[in-house]
T-cell receptor, first 116, second 114 residues
Framework: NAGVTQTPKFRVLKTGQSMTLLCAQD?????MYWYRQDPGMGLRLIHY???????AKGEVPDGYNVSRLKKQNFLLGLESAAPSQTSVYFC???????????????FGDGTRLSIL | AQKITQTQPGMFVQEKEAVTLDCTYD???????LFWYKQPSSGEMIFLIY??????QNATEGRYSLNFQKARKSANLVISASQLGDSAMYFC???????????FGSGTRLQVQP
């Protein structure tokens, strides 16, 4: 019962480098999300997807791109990493369900990313 | 304005005692959902409990219960009989119909003392 799996778990980058974070879910969820967690600020939404081939911007999308080529995968890309992107990144998924507000989001274990 | 406010950055509780973690929210939608998540030191986010705005009863899940006061826009998490394993960050979050994702509070760090 893997649920939501994020890779890698830790990464250190130099300013200007690029990388991709992978999120995979095996629950057949339609919706997937990328959040970042910074100290004292809770989680903030970067991008989300409501289905294969669709993505949309969240609260803090600048500097990130995403792709959802397969239903089970949601990729988060950093084209040119900056120190301000040092954070813990969480992927989550959920099903629309019968009640639009009722379904909980299931989270991965997070990716701790440091940009030097 | 903050959508979700958790005013207690840190809380201490003795093992086996009950503790209440505060959460107030702000929304103009009549239909919304409130969630609590636990984040232990290992980092994962664990869903604990859900309360819908139209639910007549306060939600309960084992040792977790939600003290939902709709008129006051508060949804406090009550943990009964605290255990050492309850030491963690706790986040309150809200889902509104017009928003795809959850809005999180800044969290409360709970430490259970033996």
């Amino acid at each position: 019962n893997a649920g939501v799996t994020q890779t890698p778990k830790f990464r250190v980058l130099k300013t200007g480098q690029s990388m991709t974070l992978l999120c995979a879910q095996d629950m057949n969820h339609e919706y997937m999300y990328w959040y970042r967690q910074d100290p004292g600020m809770g989680l903030r939404l970067i991008h989300y997807s409501v289905g294969e081939g669709t993505t949309a911007k969240g609260e803090v999308p600048d500097g990130y791109n995403v792709s959802r080529l397969k239903k089970q995968n949601f990729l988060l890309g950093l084209e040119s990493a900056a120190p301000s992107q040092t954070s813990v990144y969480f992927c989550a998924s959920s099903t629309p369900g019968t009640g639009v507000v009722r379904q909980p989001q299931h989270f991965g274990d997070g990716t701790r990313l440091s940009i030097l | 304005a903050q959508k979700i406010t958790q005013t207690q950055p840190g809380m201490f509780v003795q093992e086996k005692e009950a503790v209440t973690l505060d959460c107030t929210y702000d929304t103009s939608d009549p239909s919304y959902g409130l969630f609590w998540y636990k984040q232990p030191s290992s980092g994962e986010m664990i869903f604990l409990i859900y309360q819908g705005s139209y639910d007549q009863q306060n939600a309960t899940e084992g040792r977790y219960s939600l003290n939902f006061q709709k008129a006051r826009k508060s949804a406090n998490l009550v943990i009964s009989a605290s255990q050492l394993g309850d030491s963690a960050m706790y986040f309150c979050a809200m889902k509104e119909p017009g928003r795809r994702a959850l809005t999180f509070g800044s969290g409360t760090r709970l430490q259970v003392q033996p």
